[in-house]
């Protein structure tokens, strides 16, 4: 079987397993974030010398279900033996994603992170830079955390910082990678260190806790405030990252002149709006209304950023030329200009082949779909096609796509 056939489905079914833990991992952090924010301190004289800190009912699939939460543990019984952990769903979801990441983009670096038209390098410069943008990422974030995040006003300095240094990595990745690749990364670099901060904060202090209470020692309070320092990042951090992960999806998003800043302003308006959501749980216990205005900032930051990337309206000459009859000829030769490098009887890729009449004309919808409507294809223009050959493309499929000679 051909290596590439394999690698598509080890894509596949990567991507598969990542979108499940993925969604296994962020709903059990929605979930927690909202029990978090709509406790209430209990009532019942039971639950007060029981040492309960706050609860919430909820009702749900049939059932009716009562969470009590402890700030550090129930006075009235020893921690349980079987006490359920929340960290496979993090590490699964980081596992896959960068076996996804390796077999899509460092496999076939040449073609996916570099664009020459961006930054000339080797694929293997590339690489290193790719993995190294992973690791300093994590290093200089955490850095901030563990130096100023304890101080006086430390969430807002760290929060500004951490911020600059998102939109400062964003810029540089837009400046040294294929714009596809730049986004992606820019999500990977963000979840990277969202399950480092499980990996290396959250969960060691928790059995650092865990492991004092069951000695009958006093607990240092530092791990929880640690904990939840790194938690509330990895909330706001949610909806940036799987917009970065998915506006990579869509060519004229990251392959608009300023690319940095459409993703700047994708991820910003996911924060703005996580932040009513979070808020959200909270105003409702305490009876006050909900901050909508973060959410209402961030929508109105994303209808900007559509009214600033629509494409121009069509000149008159571009119009006059959309009514021309397209020859096949015409089609073909574009097509082996900018297309069949990449798609021939050698190298197929996702299957698609365009070297003979035949084929073009078999495979004219998907033409359409990758190189007019969502201009895709060439992937990162390797091949330079001209807009105006696109509407030749274009013309040719809306008049039915014939391939007669
Ligand atoms: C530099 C190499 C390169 C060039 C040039 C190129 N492609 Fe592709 N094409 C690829 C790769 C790589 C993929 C697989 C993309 C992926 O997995 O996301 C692909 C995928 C496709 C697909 C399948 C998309 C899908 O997700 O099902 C189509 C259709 C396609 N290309 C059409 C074209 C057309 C039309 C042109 C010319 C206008 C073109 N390609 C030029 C590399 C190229």
Request: hydrophobic residues 50%; charged residues 15%.
């Amino acid at each position: 079987m051909d290596l590439s056939y394999l690698i598509d489905w080890a894509n596949l079914l990567l991507r598969w397993a990542h979108v499940i833990t993925a969604v296994a991992w962020i709903g059990a952090s929605f979930y927690f974030v909202m029990l978090d924010n709509s406790l209430s301190v209990p009532t019942h004289e039971d639950l007060k010398k029981k040492g309960v800190d706050g609860e919430m009912w909820a009702v749900h699939g049939g059932g009716f279900y009562h969470s009590n939460k402890y700030m550090v543990a129930p006075k009235w019984l020893p921690l349980p033996e079987n006490l359920h952990w929340s960290y496979w769903e993090s590490y699964s979801t980081w596992l896959t994603g960068f076996g996804l990441f390796t077999v899509l983009y460092l496999f076939n670096a040449g073609t996916f992170l570099v664009d020459k038209s961006v930054h000339d390098w080797s694929p293997g410069a590339a690489i290193g830079a790719a993995l190294g943008f992973l690791a300093a990422f994590w290093l200089l974030y955490d850095a901030i955390c563990r130096t100023l995040g304890r101080r006086r006003n430390g969430d807002l300095v760290v929060g500004v910082l951490v911020f600059a240094l998102v939109v400062f990595a964003a810029w540089l990745a837009c400046q040294l990678f294929a714009g596809r690749a730049a986004f992606l990364l820019v999500g990977a670099m963000m979840a990277t260190a969202m399950s480092a901060n499980v990996f290396f904060w959250i969960i060691p202090g928790q059995r650092k806790v865990v492991a004092q209470l069951r000695a009958g020692q006093a607990v240092d309070p530092v791990h929880g405030q640690r904990g939840k320092q790194r938690s509330v990042h990895n909330t706001y951090f949610t909806l940036p990252v799987l917009i970065a992960m998915l506006s990579n999806h869509y060519g004229w998003l990251y392959q608009a002149q300023h690319n940095w800043l459409v993703l700047v302003l994708l991820m910003l308006a996911g924060a703005l709006i996580r932040h009513s959501f979070v808020s959200r749980h909270k105003a409702h216990v305490l009876g006050k209304r909900t901050p909508w205005e973060h959410a209402v900032v961030g929508t109105l930051a994303l209808g900007g950023l559509a009214f600033w990337l629509a494409p121009p309206p069509r000149s008159d000459a571009q119009l006059a030329a959309a009514r021309q009859p397209v020859a096949f000829a015409q089609v073909q030769s574009v097509i082996e200009q900018r297309c069949v490098m990449c798609h021939n009887a050698q190298l197929q890729n996702k299957n698609v082949a365009l070297h003979t009449p035949e084929l073009i004309r078999v495979n004219a919808q998907a033409v359409y779909q990758q190189a007019v409507v969502q201009k895709l294809m060439p992937l990162n223009n390797a091949t330079q096609i001209t807009d105006a050959e696109r509407d030749l493309l274009r013309r040719w499929f809306e008049s039915g796509a014939s391939a007669q000679q």
